[in-house]
């Protein structure tokens, strides 16, 4: 349960995010509580949109709003991407994926024209992997092996499970390795040398992507980060 001043800021990055969306857009819409408080706002207004839901969760939250949805099929191109962040820095460099959904979500990001994160200043840190892990999506045959030529560009790599007690499994059937990322690392040369070990499909380094970031701030005021 999040607590008033967490739940001020989710609903202050939301509504800024709102203003965002003009009629007629085609928006992509990614994961995370600020992202589903914006559908629930995007539902009141009396305006047909359409968008590409990088989540099941998302997607349904869309179709409860009367949100048209569509698939990328090659001929769309998306205007805004609006999704959150597990972590952001004063770069727009972000962690995304502690949901799960890293790989559809930077796919939909990277059929948009602009990207802009929907989060809070909690989010906020001065390096990458400060407070949370880096997920790294591997295919589920020999993911032991993948881990272990992982190990060379990170500290640890363990792999999600379920509450349950089972492996955790994405939308599209792949494992997730959580990983810690060493101190001092180069996060833009570590981006690249994890999409080069066989059995990674992709990882929740999101760089150079965000033109801007709406955090919400505990008093219900908005921190705006951009890029120019």
Same mark, same amino acid.
């Not at 792999?159 to 955790?168: A, T």
């Not at 792949?174 to 994890?194: G, K």
């Given at each position: 349960?999040?607590?008033?001043?967490?739940? @001020? $800021?989710?609903?202050?990055?939301? $509504?800024?995010? $709102? *203003?965002?969306?003009?009629?007629?857009?085609?928006?992509?819409?990614?994961?995370?509580?600020?992202?589903?408080?914006?559908?629930?706002?995007?539902?009141?207004?009396?305006?047909?949109?359409?968008?590409?839901?990088?989540?099941?969760?998302?997607?349904?939250?869309?179709?409860? =709003?009367?949100?048209?949805?569509?698939?990328?099929?090659?001929?769309?191109?998306? %205007?805004?991407?609006? %999704?959150?962040?597990?972590?952001?820095?004063?770069?727009?460099?972000?962690? @995304?994926?502690?949901?799960?959904?890293?790989?559809?979500?930077?796919?939909?990001?990277?059929?948009?024209?602009?990207?802009?994160? !929907?989060? *809070?200043? $909690?989010?906020? !840190?001065?390096?990458?992997?400060?407070? #949370?892990?880096?997920?790294?999506?591997? !295919?589920?045959?020999?993911?032991?092996?993948?881990?272990?030529?992982?190990?060379?560009?990170? =500290?640890?790599? *363990?792999?999600?499970?379920? %509450?349950?007690?089972?492996?955790?499994?994405?939308?599209?059937?792949?494992?997730?390795?959580? #990983?810690?990322?060493?101190?001092?690392?180069?996060?833009?040369? /570590?981006?690249?040398? /994890?999409?080069?070990?066989?059995?990674? !499909?992709?990882?929740? /380094?999101?760089?150079?992507?965000? *033109?801007?970031?709406?955090?919400?701030?505990?008093?219900?005021?908005?921190?705006? /980060?951009?890029?120019?």
């Amino acid at each position: 349960m999040p607590s008033e001043e967490q739940a @001020k $800021a989710r609903e202050a990055a939301a $509504a800024a995010a $709102a *203003e965002l969306v003009e009629p007629g857009m085609t928006i992509g819409l990614g994961s995370g509580r600020a992202v589903w408080r914006l559908v629930e706002l995007l539902a009141r207004r009396e305006q047909a949109l359409r968008a590409v839901a990088a989540s099941e969760r998302t997607a349904a939250a869309a179709r409860d =709003a009367g949100i048209e949805l569509l698939e990328l099929d090659g001929s769309l191109e998306l %205007d805004l991407a609006l %999704d959150g962040a597990d972590e952001v820095d004063r770069g727009l460099r972000l962690i @995304k994926g502690g949901g799960g959904a890293l790989l559809r979500e930077k796919i939909v990001i990277s059929a948009a024209r602009r990207f802009v994160v !929907v989060a *809070e200043t $909690a989010k906020l !840190v001065d390096r990458l992997g400060q407070r #949370c892990r880096l997920p790294v999506e591997v !295919v589920s045959f020999a993911w032991r092996d993948t881990r272990r030529r992982l190990l060379p560009l990170l =500290a640890d790599a *363990e792999l999600r499970h379920r %509450d349950d007690g089972e492996p955790y499994s994405t939308d599209e059937g792949h494992l997730i390795l959580d #990983c810690a990322i060493p101190d001092d690392a180069d996060v833009d040369l /570590l981006a690249r040398s /994890l999409k080069t070990v066989t059995g990674v !499909v992709e990882h929740g /380094l999101f760089l150079g992507m965000a *033109e801007r970031a709406l955090l919400g701030t505990p008093d219900g005021g908005v921190e705006l /980060l951009a890029r120019y």
